[in-house]
């Protein structure tokens, strides 16, 4: 297994992720090829794979990397590995990859939010050091 970042859109990239977001989320949409275009080509996000020895895609990352007035951010966003690939390494690969690619931009924290639900995930996420944190997460939804 190996990572590596998403540089074009493929046919075999698109249908990755008809794969993978189902199993992240249920009422979410997998992203057209247009859109996973947008994710790939902007400076401020980059996808990363886990692909296994075959080449094929069994994870996926979205980093996003943005300044503000107080400094540079980074935040981890769909974090999903394929339900026959889980528990082999490839979440923890790529939340490590996401946190190099961080610091070498010079972010000093990482942030990313988990449901509750998901005890594998959050289990990863502390034992790769990632703590909870004591702030409110607000949500505003126009519809």
Known sequence: MHITQATTVSDGLVAAFAGLVPQLSSSAQPPTRDELDAIVSSPATTILLAEDDDGAIIGSLT?????TPTGARAWIEDVVVDESARGQGAGEALVAEAIRLAAEEGVRTVDLTSRQSRGAANALYEKIGFRIRETNVYR???S
């Open 63 to 67: 980093l996003v990397l943005f300044r």
């Open 140 to 142: 505003y939804d126009p």
